[in-house]
Every structure is written in structure tokens, then in C-alpha cells.
């Protein structure tokens, strides 16, 4: 297994599983043991069998292919609200330790956090509350060649002809992370705590004529213009702005270029 130095250094707690069907799973189960598993402790394996992702999708990987990382958080803000925060928390800092390993390429965040490279998809997030904690999953793709993408609007390292270092990689985004949630639960608010203001410039939805499968089978087609206070996606529709809290966002083509 890789070298881990680094990000032991910054993990409160690290396992590493040999495999396991999915980690956000196995993590829960684990989290329930709050100091055995406390704040910033870390799940990771490299395969992983039986991941999700959003909306309940499956996500598999050859073995070896792609890291798959969950982080249990317990730092968090007293306001409910605000814990809607933490999955774009996650994306942008794991948009910004994705950038520090491929300099000169465009690094962003699709909305609320599919982390993208040159528009391509290299990684999807997943949090979900476990009692009074989050679990925040990733799957990031490391070494998938060509033909194991998923979709042809993924791609990984090993695409993009990059050798990743994965304890770089990783400590640089736990750090992030807790830096982003720490602030977060300290300030209250995104925007007092500078998460919102983040999560706007590393947000590639912005500006963008998008197509939003809503809850419920509707369909919001429009342009995103912010990500309010809440966290929310708005989207301008006709004369109208609508607040998106949850929903599969694509995007339709650059509202400019």
C-alpha cells in the first residue's frame, strides 16, 4: 500500500482496508465509537466494491484504479443549516489538492461537488449524517485508463497522463477540509467563516446554462447565477430565479465563451 506519512500526520486516526464494498458504510458503523474514531479520522482503500454516490448511484472502480476516502467530521456548526456547508467544504478543498498535483490545468467545482478537470469529472463527494457527526465519502480516479471511465464525461489521473502522489494528495485535503469546517463551525455562517466566497471562485457552474433533474422527476433548465447564503444553486429560468438545495445538475454549455 502507499506511503502515508503525511497525511497520518493530519488524520486524527487512518485505516487502510485491503477492500471493503464502501467506506462511508464501514466508517459509519465505526463512528459510532467516538473516541475511537474521533474528528478527522479517515477510512481509505483502493478497492472498493460497493460505493454510492449521490442519488443512491453505484460507484466501482477496478482494484487499484481509484482511491476511495471517507472522513468522519465532528467539529461542526451548531446551526443545522449551515452543515449544508460541508459537502461543497469538501469539494473545494478537495478542487484545491486536485490542482496542487496538476498545475496548469483548469480545476473547478460543479455544483455541490463533482470536482472537475478540464470539465471532466475526477472525483465525486458524498456526506452524510451519521448521529452527530458527517461522513464526508470521495472517489477519486487515480489510475483508471481510458476504457474503465465510468461515463465519457470522466477522467483521471492516469487520462490525464499524471502520476499522482497520493499522500500529497490526501493530507493536502484533509488540511483543507479542516481548515474550511473548522472555520465553518467557529464562524456559523459561510460567509462570515470566507466558505462561501471559496466556494463561488472554484465553482464552474456559475454562468453556465445548466439542466437540473429535480426531486420529483421536474426539470429546471436556465443559467446558475450564485450560490446564495444557504448554499443553494440559483438558477435563472425566464424571468424567475429559483433555489436549488439538492438536484443532478448538468451542464448544457458555457453561457459564454
Keep these: 500500500m502507499m506511503d502515508l506519512q503525511r497525511t497520518r500526520g493530519i488524520a486524527s486516526r487512518l485505516e487502510v482496508l485491503d477492500e471493503v464494498g464502501s467506506t462511508n458504510a464501514a466508517l459509519r ?8 474514531w474521533p474528528h478527522l479520522s479517515v477510512l481509505l482503500t483502493e478497492n472498493q466494491t460497493a460505493g454510492r454516490g449521490r442519488l443512491d448511484r453505484t460507484w466501482t472502480a477496478p482494484a487499484g484504479a481509484a ?3 471517507s472522513v ?8 443545522s443549516r449551515a ?11 478537495m478542487a484545491d489538492a486536485v490542482a496542487a498535483q496538476l498545475p496548469g490545468r483548469a480545476v473547478a467545482v460543479k455544483w455541490p461537488n463533482d470536482v472537475l478537470v478540464d470539465g471532466r469529472k475526477i472525483c465525486g463527494i458524498l456526506a452524510e449524517a451519521a448521529g ?8 477519486i480516479n487515480t ?16 487520462v490525464l497522463e499524471a502520476e499522482v502522489d497520493e499522500d500529497a494528495l490526501l493530507s493536502a485535503y484533509l488540511h483543507r477540509l479542516s ?9 456559523g455562517d459561510a460567509v462570515e467563516s470566507g466558505l462561501h466566497s471559496a466556494a463561488l471562485a472554484r465553482c464552474a457552474t456559475i454562468g453556465q446554462d445548466v439542466r437540473v433533474s429535480l426531486p420529483g422527476d421536474a426539470v429546471l433548465e436556465g443559467t446558475a447565477e450564485t450560490i446564495d447564503e444557504d448554499g443553494r444553486l440559483v438558477v ?8 436549488v438545495s439538492a438536484g443532478d445538475v448538468v451542464h448544457v454549455r458555457p453561457a459564454s465563451s
Design 29 to 36: 458503523m465505526f463512528a459510532a465509537d467516538p473516541e475511537g
Design 67 to 69: 482511491l476511495a476516502v
Design 72 to 79: 468522519v467530521l465532528r467539529t461542526l456548526p451548531a446551526d
Design 83 to 93: 452543515r449544508g456547508w460541508i459537502p461543497l467544504a469538501a469539494g473545494v478543498a
Design 132 to 139: 452527530d457527526a458527517v461522513i464526508v465519502g470521495s472517489g
Design 143 to 158: 489510475a483508471m485508463t481510458e476504457s474503465d471511465l465510468p461515463v465519457p464525461t470522466a477522467t483521471s489521473f492516469a
Design 179 to 187: 481548515v474550511l469546517t473548522d472555520a465553518l463551525a467557529n464562524a
Design 236 to 243: 435563472r429560468s425566464g424571468t424567475a430565479t429559483h433555489a
